[in-house]
């Protein structure tokens, strides 16, 4: 997904246990809207995650005749990484990769030295007026791995293991949470989980990273005197000991791990390096990064600022 980040920091809590809870900001992507989150002022990156961005809601569905449409963009530095609540994304790239997203289907695509891909609702799905409901995070590279050879990978929903225990589900879609390990291929320390509780049930937060975060679906937790509902980040100081509790049932993404130092974001680059921005900004306007087969027609722009 592409759109030049921006910032908005929220107070801390200072209780001990969150250390932060981060609003999101609304933003047009070219007639279809998202909620931004991070980065923010106070918190440019939850572990590796430095980008956020919730797609629609629960309810929300695009104009009948219509889709989303993210035309081909760059990346440099990264990983993208697309989950889906409802709805379908058709996911093209410069390496010739071609799938359709599904819910509870994971994709990773690693940009490292440069990829470009594009963003499409599938025409099958476009004449009804298509559900679209979904995240995109960014993960920054360590900096050992920040020219990599681009890569894509798909897990689809069968193949992520499952946490479950008296009601309490959890799908592990990248990293390890409560002894159980996803196969989606990690450059850094880092764990991503989409995890539902019944009205009641409990679960203690993963430990093990230093910056843990989550994101609210539906329902509403309660963490001590704290409740969190659908809409912001609330991130936790590390090494609390945080038990997660569902006030009604509950749908509720974790994600963090280890920060891999601090990046320059600039569009869709980010790099240990503002050079090497300078350079993607470079390479993108003379077309080195390539075509995409079956979409190399349209493009956005390298913005102006």
């Known amino acids: 997904m592409s759109g030049p980040a921006d910032k908005k920091g929220e107070a801390h809590p200072g209780d001990g246990v969150i250390a932060q ?27 590796p995650f430095v980008f956020f961005d919730h797609m629609g809601s629960a309810s929300f569905h695009l104009a009948p005749g219509t889709g989303m449409d993210v035309r081909p963009h760059p990346h ?12 379908a994304i058709d996911h093209r790239d410069t390496l010739g990769s071609f799938q359709t997203i599904r819910p509870g289907d994971i994709n990773w695509m690693v940009a490292g030295r440069g990829i470009a891909h594009s963003e499409r609702t599938p025409a099958a799905l476009r004449p009804q007026g298509p ?6 995070l960014w993960c920054a590279l360590p900096v050992e791995h920040e020219e990599t050879a681009p890569s894509f990978d798909h897990v689809p929903a069968a193949s ?70 659908p809409g912001p980040i609330a991130t936790f100081e590390p090494g609390a000991s945080v038990t997660l509790r569902a006030v009604q049932p ?11 130092g601090e990046r320059h974001l600039w569009w869709n ?14 390479d993108w306007v003379a077309g080195r990064f390539g075509k995409i087969p079956g979409d190399d027609v349209e493009f956005i722009p390298l913005p102006d600022h």
């Open 21 to 47: 809870i981060v609003e999101p900001r609304p933003r047009d992507l070219g007639g279809f809207s998202v909620e931004r989150i991070l980065p923010a002022v106070g918190c440019r990156h939850l572990g």
């Open 76 to 87: 440099i530095g990264l990983s993208t990484v697309t989950y889906l609540f409802a709805g």
């Open 131 to 136: 559900p679209a409901h979904g995240l995109q």
């Open 160 to 229: 992520l293991p499952l946490h479950d225990d008296r009601g309490i589900r959890a799908r592990v879609l990248a990293g390890t949470a409560w002894g159980v390990t996803a196969p989606t291929r990690v450059l850094s320390p880092t764990f991503y989980v989409d995890l539902h509780l019944p009205a009641g049930g409990a679960i203690d937060l993963p430990t093990g990273y230093a910056e843990r975060g989550l994101f609210v679906v539906e329902g509403e937790l309660e963490i001590g005197a704290h409740r969190i509902a």
């Open 250 to 260: 509950t749908r509720v993404m974790l994600l963090g791990g280890e920060t891999v």
């Open 269 to 282: 680059f980010v790099s240990s390096s503002r050079e090497r921005i300078e350079q993607g900004k470079a």
